[in-house]
């Protein structure tokens, strides 16, 4: 089910960036998290921040087992010169069809290569991946010699 909405997650951001939003949100899960916060360290959004169906949170709340459904992560998106820093968000992964790959594959992405069925990286592409350290990015999995399951690519302004 995760992967469910993580697609609505790529194509909710893609639509906000296209139609020029300035701070949308979505459902808070460990996964949207992680990847968000990936964004985050990139450069692709500007702010995060925990909140509620109502709005971002002015006090901090602990997030607990009651109040997990209404609680909502609110992502600030970024522009440049009016553009939008992100411009396309992919799902990798398919519910019905997880993609995995090893090292020696993120390398050939990293590098250019196509590797088993996977489109090879951009200039400015990010690739996330589930791996057993947690969300990591394709290069980052690459420094820490880490395979993971590929989660979803983001295109970002060149």
């Not at 702010?47 to 169906?53: A, F, I, K, Y």
């Not at 970024?78 to 993609?99: D, R």
Request: hydrophobic share 35%; proline share 5%.
């Amino acid at each position: 089910m995760s992967l469910h909405n993580l697609s609505y997650v790529c194509s909710h951001l893609k639509n906000c960036s296209t139609a020029r939003v300035p701070i949308t949100s979505i459902q808070y899960t460990k996964l949207h998290l992680g990847v968000i916060l990936g964004l985050y360290r990139h450069g692709i959004i500007s702010h995060v921040q925990l909140g509620s169906r109502k709005g971002p949170d002015t006090d901090p709340v602990q997030v607990t087992s009651e109040n997990i459904s209404t609680r909502r992560l609110w992502v600030t998106l970024k522009y440049h010169n009016a553009e939008p820093v992100l411009k396309n968000a992919l799902l990798e992964s398919k519910p019905s069809k997880k993609k995995t790959m090893k090292l020696p594959g993120l390398k050939r992405l990293i590098e250019g290569y196509w590797a088993e069925n996977t489109k090879p990286l951009d200039p400015g592409d990010l690739l996330f991946l589930r791996t057993d350290k947690g969300i990591l990015e394709a290069r980052e999995a690459v420094e820490l010699q880490r395979g993971g399951q590929l989660l979803c690519r983001f295109s970002s302004l060149r």
